[in-house]
């Protein structure tokens, strides 16, 4: 849809210009279209429909094959008109829309019978559509046809013939190879645009031929050319000629050079300002060769046209950056343009004056600079500001003015862009003056005081660190980098803090004062510029926080006690924000919690119990979830149940005759028992057990429905007492899934090389998997650790960002107390299927082989593989399980 768009004068600021187009739809002019299908065409009409389908075309719009095939076949029916006006559109609308070769033969013949008309506007036309879409047979077919148009009296239909040559060499070069002499010939026409087209087409067809387009420039600089347009065209090529002549050590381009010296004289200003411009980017020109250009260049400094000064003084600029004594002259008239209303040719005057003023010169410039500044945007500023540097390193006796300017706009309004150019300036006049170092520190200590921008105080602060310790007296920075740490965001007081201890590290007469700010910084909000003090506090030997963890590491190492180190004693692991400690103690509650109940006080110590699963929905009448506990010998499965409902109260949850839970797959189940609460009441839980009983030490899974049953009694909301009759209800829960991860307790190592090779090769196990098809290894790698249950060690769970393999290193104690660890090799192909190598070691592995009365046979080890190829994940455990117990293995699979 087209869109509105603001009109750039001043004087009526705030008013809205809607183009005439403003909210039309591809689809209704589609419809609109339909008009040149009519019997009787109106011309005006079917101008209007297609001026709406071109503004749409060049707006973006994109018209699918079919509905551009209706288009041009519509459009094609409108040559039977004979408005002059409507025939124009027609020719616009075919070169712009998208056709088959096939399509084209459609208007082959009307475009070739226009060409041949009398109306010269229509054959003109017609020569352009023509050429833009025939191709390689057609075109050879109408070859005589476009000789003849390129020698044709009038201008228009030469002027079309030769651009369309220009076009068609691209596609068909030999064919328009051809066609030299014709346009030879029109190189001598009076019309300026026939002129300027055959020159322009002449050149493309002799550019690979470097002396015949020497000829060619040699015998055009005599005189022949008459048009502006053309005599341009030809000073360029004649630069072309003297650039190619420099790089092969030729001589013999003194003609050349005469020639742009006397375009210097021509009538046209055009003309003069293309020759000036070629003279100045020649190589090696010579000061005496550039004097007549600048002459000439000055004298446009003063044209009332703002194009010619603009154009001059832009010339003028990159002149300077080369010859600036050549352009010293110039001074004068490049002053009197600062005060331009055009701010683009004050800001080149500006920066051309730095690049070529004196030493004297430097402070009238920086006051007229000043009242200038605030009237650009900040792209010329940045200009401006490297115009600036460049002039100080020149003279560096004037870096205090030009330091004091930089600092006076660095705290002005300004964008992100142009304040890093200034401080960026800042930074550089500082290390390659000496005399401005104190100086410009100042200037950026007072900047960040103020500065709105992350990045560039973090910059300041670590710049300040390098050079602010090669000053006569840095204790003056101490209050200012200080002020960062207390007042700015995280990412700058996390810079400050480093200066600090630069600071602190390098003079000692500043330590005692640093080692105070740094231990402020212990108490900040922010890790990073906690750890950062505590760090640095360390290195410059003030009190560490982690004295006492290190000395306690240091006595442990020397004095080693004859009691074995206990790994589960050390806060390693963190699941949900709580540290392996306290997931100790949640085991040690559910401990207490169930051996209060007479059935499953004899189950014996537990060893791990699961987080709660969540069996029902978060908005439903009751919410239910399950926590899974395992022992040795049995399984509970305890249901937390809550009734959302204040109307209503449930009993007899659970009640004998009732199955909560039953097994609808399960390997070792033999028996369950029930544990139910009598009432249940509103936003009070519940709790119900189930107990399952399984071979001591197995690793039994299983899947369990559950159903619960129970008595439903309304609630009087005024007394808050249930009636005593109620009605029987069930409601379905979410099945509960026992799985190998459920045996698998999560135990980290601090070294898990140290520990994998204690263990030895005498009692590891490797196999491969194919894992099947994964949009990423790290949706593997994930899937993989979460159904083995494991602690990842070492941060082996992050994969890298289009990693192809990843190892994964992991560590558990299984049911039984056998320690394991697992090395997980992880690889990607282009097809997205992942392959796995597991590699298993357990310190359990060969006391368990000796308590069996026999070693896993080849038979047993096939059918292992057999088992877990193509299986789902959960499988893969089991392969841990009977590497590391194979006296159970006959009886799991007996269970399979």
């Given at each position: 849809?087209?869109?509105?768009?603001?009109?750039?004068?001043?004087?009526?600021?705030?008013?809205?210009?809607?183009?005439?187009?403003?909210?039309?739809?591809?689809?209704?002019?589609?419809?609109?279209?339909?008009?040149?299908?009519?019997?009787?065409?109106?011309?005006?009409?079917?101008?209007?429909?297609?001026?709406?389908?071109?503004?749409?075309?060049?707006?973006?719009?994109?018209?699918?094959?079919?509905?551009?095939?209706?288009?041009?076949?519509?459009?094609?029916?409108?040559?039977?008109?004979?408005?002059?006006?409507?025939?124009?559109?027609?020719?616009?609308?075919?070169?712009?829309?998208?056709?088959?070769?096939?399509?084209?033969?459609?208007?082959?013949?009307?475009?070739?019978?226009?060409?041949?008309?009398?109306?010269?506007?229509?054959?003109?036309?017609?020569?352009?559509?023509?050429?833009?879409?025939?191709?390689?047979?057609?075109?050879?077919?109408?070859?005589?046809?476009?000789?003849?148009?390129?020698?044709?009296?009038?201008?228009?239909?030469?002027?079309?013939?030769?651009?369309?040559?220009?076009?068609?060499?691209?596609?068909?070069?030999?064919?328009?190879?051809?066609?030299?002499?014709?346009?030879?010939?029109?190189?001598?026409?009076?019309?300026?645009?026939?002129?300027?087209?055959?020159?322009?087409?002449?050149?493309?067809?002799?550019?690979?031929?470097?002396?015949?387009?020497?000829?060619?420039?040699?015998?055009?600089?005599?005189?022949?050319?008459?048009?502006?347009?053309?005599?341009?065209?030809?000073?360029?090529?004649?630069?072309?000629?003297?650039?190619?002549?420099?790089?092969?050590?030729?001589?013999?381009?003194?003609?050349?050079?005469?020639?742009?010296?006397?375009?210097?004289?021509?009538?046209?200003?055009?003309?003069?300002?293309?020759?000036?411009?070629?003279?100045?980017?020649?190589?090696?020109?010579?000061?005496?060769?550039?004097?007549?250009?600048?002459?000439?260049?000055?004298?446009?400094?003063?044209?009332?046209?703002?194009?010619?000064?603009?154009?001059?003084?832009?010339?003028?600029?990159?002149?300077?950056?080369?010859?600036?004594?050549?352009?010293?002259?110039?001074?004068?008239?490049?002053?009197?343009?600062?005060?331009?209303?055009?701010?683009?040719?004050?800001?080149?005057?500006?920066?051309?004056?730095?690049?070529?003023?004196?030493?004297?010169?430097?402070?009238?410039?920086?006051?007229?600079?000043?009242?200038?500044?605030?009237?650009?945007?900040?792209?010329?500023?940045?200009?401006?500001?490297?115009?600036?540097?460049?002039?100080?390193?020149?003279?560096?006796?004037?870096?205090?003015?030009?330091?004091?300017?930089?600092?006076?706009?660095?705290?002005?309004?300004?964008?992100?862009?142009?304040?890093?150019?200034?401080?960026?300036?800042?930074?550089?006049?500082?290390?390659?003056?000496?005399?401005?170092?104190?100086?410009?520190?100042?200037?950026?200590?007072?900047?960040?005081?103020?500065?709105?921008?992350?990045?560039?105080?973090?910059?300041?602060?670590?710049?300040?660190?390098?050079?602010?310790?090669?000053?006569?007296?840095?204790?003056?920075?101490?209050?200012?980098?200080?002020?960062?740490?207390?007042?700015?965001?995280?990412?700058?007081?996390?810079?400050?803090?480093?200066?600090?201890?630069?600071?602190?590290?390098?003079?000692?007469?500043?330590?005692?004062?640093?080692?105070?700010?740094?231990?402020?910084?212990?108490?900040?909000?922010?890790?990073?510029?906690?750890?950062?003090?505590?760090?640095?506090?360390?290195?410059?030997?003030?009190?560490?926080?982690?004295?006492?963890?290190?000395?306690?590491?240091?006595?442990?190492?020397?004095?080693?006690?004859?009691?074995?180190?206990?790994?589960?004693?050390?806060?390693?692991?963190?699941?949900?924000?709580?540290?392996?400690?306290?997931?100790?103690?949640?085991?040690?509650?559910?401990?207490?919690?169930?051996?209060?109940?007479?059935?499953?006080?004899?189950?014996?110590?537990?060893?791990?119990?699961?987080?709660?699963?969540?069996?029902?929905?978060?908005?439903?009448?009751?919410?239910?979830?399950?926590?899974?506990?395992?022992?040795?010998?049995?399984?509970?499965?305890?249901?937390?149940?809550?009734?959302?409902?204040?109307?209503?109260?449930?009993?007899?949850?659970?009640?004998?005759?009732?199955?909560?839970?039953?097994?609808?797959?399960?390997?070792?189940?033999?028996?369950?028992?029930?544990?139910?609460?009598?009432?249940?009441?509103?936003?009070?839980?519940?709790?119900?057990?189930?107990?399952?009983?399984?071979?001591?030490?197995?690793?039994?899974?299983?899947?369990?429905?559950?159903?619960?049953?129970?008595?439903?009694?309304?609630?009087?909301?005024?007394?808050?007492?249930?009636?005593?009759?109620?009605?029987?209800?069930?409601?379905?829960?979410?099945?509960?899934?026992?799985?190998?991860?459920?045996?698998?307790?999560?135990?980290?190592?601090?070294?898990?090389?140290?520990?994998?090779?204690?263990?030895?090769?005498?009692?590891?196990?490797?196999?491969?998997?194919?894992?099947?098809?994964?949009?990423?290894?790290?949706?593997?790698?994930?899937?993989?650790?979460?159904?083995?249950?494991?602690?990842?060690?070492?941060?082996?769970?992050?994969?890298?960002?289009?990693?192809?393999?990843?190892?994964?290193?992991l560590s558990g104690v299984f049911i039984g107390g056998a320690r394991v660890l697992v090395r997980l090799s992880f690889g990607i192909e282009g097809s997205k299927q992942v392959?796995?190598?597991?590699?298993?070691?357990?310190?359990?592995?060969?006391?368990?082989?000796?308590?069996?009365?026999?070693?896993?046979?080849?038979?047993?080890?096939?059918?292992?593989?057999?088992?877990?190829?193509?299986?789902?994940?959960?499988?893969?455990?089991?392969?841990?399980?009977?590497?590391?117990?194979?006296?159970?293995?006959?009886?799991?699979?007996?269970?399979?």
């Open positions: 849809m087209a869109q509105p768009f603001l009109k750039k004068d001043d004087d009526r600021d705030g008013e809205e210009e809607y183009s005439l187009f403003f909210g039309i739809e591809k689809g209704a002019v589609l419809q609109e279209a339909r008009v040149f299908n009519d019997p009787q065409l109106d011309p005006r009409r079917c101008s209007e429909v297609i001026t709406k389908l071109l503004y749409l075309l060049n707006q973006g719009e994109t018209f699918t094959k079919v509905e551009a095939t209706e288009v041009f076949f519509s459009v094609t029916k409108l040559f039977r008109s004979t408005d002059s006006g409507l025939r124009r559109m027609v020719y616009l609308m075919i070169k712009e829309i998208s056709a088959s070769a096939d399509e084209v033969i459609i208007v082959t013949s009307s475009l070739m019978k226009d060409m041949n008309s009398n109306t010269d506007m229509h054959r003109a036309n017609a020569i352009r559509v023509l050429c833009r879409v025939t191709d390689g047979p057609l075109l050879t077919q109408i070859e005589r046809y476009l000789k003849r148009a390129i020698v044709d009296k009038n201008p228009f239909v030469a002027s079309a013939a030769l651009v369309s040559g220009v076009h068609l060499i691209q596609i068909n070069p030999e064919i328009v190879r051809r066609w030299s002499n014709e346009v030879q010939e029109t190189i001598q026409s009076r019309a300026a645009l026939v002129q300027f087209h055959a020159l322009a087409l002449l050149h493309q067809i002799r550019q690979n031929d470097r002396l015949a387009l020497s000829k060619l420039v040699t015998s055009l600089t005599r005189g022949t050319v008459r048009s502006p347009l053309a005599q341009c065209l030809l000073i360029r090529y004649a630069s072309q000629v003297i650039r190619e002549s420099t790089t092969d050590n030729q001589t013999g381009d003194r003609l050349f050079h005469d020639f742009l010296e006397s375009c210097l004289r021509h009538k046209s200003e055009m003309v003069i300002l293309e020759a000036a411009r070629a003279i100045t980017e020649l190589s090696g020109v010579t000061s005496r060769e550039l004097s007549p250009a600048v002459t000439v260049l000055q004298l446009l400094l003063s044209s009332s046209k703002p194009v010619l000064r603009f154009s001059a003084v832009r010339t003028l600029n990159k002149v300077a950056i080369t010859h600036p004594l050549a352009v010293t002259n110039c001074s004068i008239d490049m002053e009197s343009l600062i005060s331009d209303p055009n701010r683009s040719i004050a800001t080149l005057a500006i920066t051309t004056l730095l690049k070529i003023g004196n030493e004297a010169s430097v402070d009238r410039l920086m006051k007229q600079i000043t009242s200038f500044m605030s009237d650009i945007a900040d792209e010329f500023k940045i200009v401006v500001v490297e115009a600036i540097r460049s002039l100080c390193l020149k003279f560096p006796q004037k870096c205090r003015s030009l330091m004091n300017f930089l600092s006076s706009i660095l705290r002005e309004e300004g964008g992100f862009e142009y304040k890093k150019v200034i401080v960026d300036s800042i930074f550089i006049l500082i290390r390659d003056i000496p005399d401005a170092k104190e100086t410009g520190l100042f200037h950026l200590c007072e900047f960040i005081e103020d500065c709105e921008f992350t990045y560039l105080s973090t910059q300041i602060l670590h710049f300040l660190g390098n050079e602010g310790l090669k000053t006569p007296d840095p204790g003056k920075f101490i209050r200012h980098i200080n002020n960062r740490v207390i007042l700015e965001n995280a990412t700058v007081r996390a810079a400050a803090v480093s200066t600090l201890a630069k600071f602190g590290a390098m003079i000692d007469s500043l330590k005692p004062r640093i080692l105070v700010l740094l231990r402020r910084c212990l108490h900040d909000i922010d890790d990073e510029v906690r750890d950062r003090a505590t760090l640095y506090l360390g290195t410059l030997g003030g009190e560490e926080p982690t004295a006492k963890t290190d000395q306690d590491a240091k006595d442990f190492c020397l004095e080693p006690s004859e009691e074995p180190f206990d790994v589960a004693s050390v806060p390693k692991e963190v699941v949900g924000g709580k540290t392996a400690a306290g997931l100790a103690s949640a085991v040690d509650s559910y401990q207490t919690l169930l051996s209060a109940i007479p059935e499953f006080s004899l189950f014996g110590k537990l060893f791990k119990s699961s987080a709660a699963v969540e069996l029902t929905e978060p908005e439903t009448e009751y919410s239910v979830n399950a926590v899974k506990h395992v022992y040795d010998g049995h399984v509970v499965i305890q249901y937390n149940c809550t009734n959302t409902i204040p109307e209503q109260l449930l009993e007899n949850l659970g009640d004998p005759g009732y199955y909560i839970c039953r097994c609808i797959r399960s390997r070792g189940v033999l028996g369950s028992r029930v544990e139910a609460p009598p009432v249940l009441t509103v936003q009070f839980p519940g709790q119900t057990f189930v107990a399952f009983e399984k071979p001591a030490g197995a690793a039994t899974v299983g899947k369990f429905s559950n159903l619960m049953k129970f008595f439903v009694k309304e609630v009087d909301p005024s007394t808050g007492e249930a009636e005593e009759e109620g009605a029987e209800d069930e409601y379905q829960l979410e099945d509960v899934e026992v799985s190998a991860a459920d045996y698998m307790l999560k135990v980290g190592v601090s070294n898990f090389r140290n520990a994998w090779e204690s263990l030895g090769p005498d009692n590891e196990r490797v196999d491969e998997y194919g894992l099947g098809a994964r949009e990423t290894l790290a949706e593997a790698v994930a899937a993989v650790i979460s159904i083995l249950g494991m602690q990842p060690c070492e941060g082996t769970e992050v994969v890298p960002a289009n990693s192809r393999s990843h190892t994964s290193l392959a796995m190598k597991l590699a298993v070691r357990s310190d359990d592995l060969r006391s368990a082989m000796r308590s069996t009365t026999s070693s896993p046979t080849a038979d047993s080890s096939s059918l292992v593989n057999s088992l877990l190829r193509g299986q789902p994940y959960y499988l893969i455990l089991l392969c841990i399980y009977i590497y590391t117990h194979t006296t159970t293995y006959t009886h799991m699979y007996r269970y399979m």
